[in-house]
């Protein structure tokens, strides 16, 4: 039955939204009210009870054909019912008004249960000695817990090919229980539809179209979803056992959302990352970078310090690397030293790097190595995701200027295809057309298009939002652009009284603490431009910055993790810890504080940033008044009292408007050219370079398709 | 049935007649805006009709940008239903049933006829011309044994007249469809049992039923 719009049943709708209208419903004897649009089997989870089950999922749609959360229900059909697929509204009362009865734990169920693990068993191998699911396979759980020991089946198991379906995910498709979570997935969240399930019956079998590898940037997440040990990690195949892992929560540095993750490792070895739920944030999902640039962390990594010595870099002691360094600064003037910041540095190395330059005298600071036109002065409103990304859930319109979400945040991307498929969220786009996986309407590639919005009438949908992308910043007339779009978003009604839908999306995990702690250039201080060029400066510190090209002439001191960009230009290098290897804090591009935990140790000499800071900072005659993290820590709060609150919103306010100006005509481009090569740590990991090649390959497939 | 795959060797394009293309927007209109993928049977028979029977990877590909579909949610139902050949079949793919009527009336000795005259199942015959593969029941019971060739039946028949039949086929000679002994539709295959009284047919007996009425005797006229 489909609701009609009448005013009677947009009551009953509500009603039913609101939970005010509760059906009454008896489970194992207990009885309770849930909402009469709840499964049968969230009733159960309600009521304590467990019902075991594959093919449902909480964040895909329903599919019912696994049959192993059967029930038996008095008040509807007279035989065992999945209770995925049947609602508590679908029950009748018993004949005195009684509430419709559930079990979850009759003889009945118990058969049932029992008759769909043997029937799930028949055709699947009994290879968990092999497999690397084992340990942490639900149908190995479900089949000690609701099984019997042994099965009737006396004919052959059946074959099925494996499949190649990406550098990131192992098929063994004899495993496999067609489920067909993953065929949901990507249907429905990625939105890539890159999965389906060939063939029928017996011979059906989950695959990509011809076997080709998957083209989205949550593709691993369907490993995950997979219940048995059919779909697989294939970077880490046959490395590791589920238990032997020493589980570390933590937070995700490869784009500005700061996915929650957890750091598997054995040892000293990163092993693998996992998301952890977060509804917030990630909900279920991260993205193939943040998950298998686990490789990257052991590669390329500097793991003592390196100096130059005619043209070549050679191994040197820290002693040697900070009396070199310390000669260098002497003989400076202050105003002739300046730092860059990078990507993926946390706010407290960010802090220590910035007393250290105040202490030297110098106001040469940057943590906009794209030459972002940003800046605190704008107000902290004007470079946040104001309306934060749980916010997405209730825009009705969503612009997105001058990004590509799926390149720059591909998880938020999937919140946006949700929306856009769910709640029926209107977008528009002025920037580059891309594929996003939902529709969208285009409106131009230019400032102009932005422009030509600031006398526009507030939108009509309620909570229009704006999605700004990095892209739009850094540009040389990024402040210009900042003040059209902030002329525009008054003018629709995205900034107005209780809602702020102005946000930026950044690329930069380090990007919003950064300018949090004012990581820019002060009174008369170069911006990072102009710190690179020709004659800019005679000592640059770059912090992990790996993304600017420093004109040769600098002495330049890179502390950072990989032999990347800013290494091969160094003078000298201090070697430092990568995010999983320090505890620190990242501001995500909402504003929200997060503190990431260490899940192992730096390599070799290298030491964490802040440390190696502290420790140059004595050679350089300018002690940091901090001997522990707690100690900086404690400074970093007094002077920004915001960091202190840990996974918290605090609404932003507007600054200083920024110079409205003319905007030069060049097209917005996103900020991220290639998703699986935006960091130093994923330049490094080959499983990101075969994503890479692979996404480039498709691409050039798809403008040859379009030229035709 | 075995697990299905597209053929080896695939044509380098495939694009629809532009008769077939104006009939395949024309399934595309009955469905409301964004729903078009409702047509996707109607246009892989369409494109398998036109490519002899047998849809090819292009084929799909079209089929899939046509609707705005991922090209593996059209692979999905190609390769679900039988009735999408994947792989060329001849220019006459011989479709025999065997289910239980047409087995019992002979069908294991045309699926012989079928062995030796055009080769293994499914593979096309070295001519080019024929296919042979076994398909569960296509409802023609009555008239078994049978076979269905491309879009037609062929019934009642038995290892010479199918021999005949695939011969003809062979050789351009005209066939005749639906039962090869020469009864009509499905009416009894030994001559009729019932209405066989020839005046039933012949006219005379018209009217011979009010007759009886109208030769009453006088004397019973009501009076």
Known sequence: MTLGVGPATFQARRRILTGCFMAKINIDGKELEVPPEYTLLQACEVAGSEVPRFCFHERLSIAGNCRMCLVEVKGGPPKPTASCAMAVRDLRPGPNGEAPVVLTNSPMVKKAREGVMEFLLINHPLDCPICDQGGECDLQDQAMAFGVDSSRFHENKRAVEDKYIGPLVKTSMNRCIQCTRCVRFTAEVAGTGDMGAIGRGEDMEITTYLEAAMASELSANVADLCPVGALLQKPQSFQARAWEYVKTPSVDVMDALGSSIRIDTRGREVMRILPLVNDAINEEWISDKTRHVVDGLKKQRLDRPYIRENGRLRPASWQEAFGQIADRVKASKPERIGALAGDLATVEEMFALQALMGKLGSPHLDCRQDGSKLHPKFGRASYLFNSTLAGVDQAGAIMLVGCNPRREAAVLNARFRRAWAKAGTKFHVIGERADLTYHYNYLGAGPAALQGLEGHAPAAEAHPMFVIGSGAFNRPDGEAVLASALKSARAMGVIAEGWNGFNVLHHAASRVGGLDIGFVPGAGGLDAAAMAKAGGLDVIFLLGADEIDIAPGAFVVYIGTHGDRGAHRADVILPGAAYTEKSGTYVNTEGRVQMADRASFPPGDAREDWAVLRALSEVLGQRLPFDTLAALRAALYAAHPHMAAVDTIVTADFGEAPQAGACDQADFASAVLDFYLTNPIARASGVMAECSALAQARAGQMHLKAAE | ?223
């Open chain 2, 1 to 223: 049935m075995a697990v299905r795959r597209l053929a080896e060797i695939q044509p380098e394009s495939f694009a629809f007649t532009p008769e077939n293309l104006k009939w395949c927007e024309a399934q595309i209109a009955k469905y409301p805006a964004g729903r078009q993928a409702s047509a996707v049977l109607s246009l892989l028979w369409r494109a398998q009709a036109q490519n002899d029977y047998w849809l090819c990877k292009p084929a799909i590909e079209t089929v899939a940008t046509m609707l705005d579909m991922a090209p593996i949610r059209v692979l999905e139902i190609a390769t679900f239903y039988s009735m999408f050949n994947l792989e060329p079949v001849g220019k006459y793919y011989v479709q025999l049933c065997g289910t239980t009527p047409c087995a019992l009336r002979g069908a294991g000795a045309i699926r012989k006829v079928c062995e030796s005259k055009i080769g293994p199942e499914r593979k096309v015959s070295a001519d080019g011309l024929f296919a042979w593969a076994e398909v569960e029941c296509l409802g023609a019971c009555c008239n078994a044994p049978m076979v269905q060739i491309n879009d037609d039946y062929y019934e009642d028949l038995t290892p010479e007249s199918f021999t005949q039949l695939l011969d003809d086929l062979a050789a351009g000679r005209p066939v005749r469809k639906g039962s090869q002994t020469g009864r009509i539709s499905s009416e009894p295959s030994g001559g009729d049992t019932t209405l066989s009284d020839p005046s039933l047919h012949d006219g005379s007996a018209l009217g011979v039923w009010k007759q009886r009425f109208e030769t009453v005797t006088p004397d019973q006229q009501p009076g």
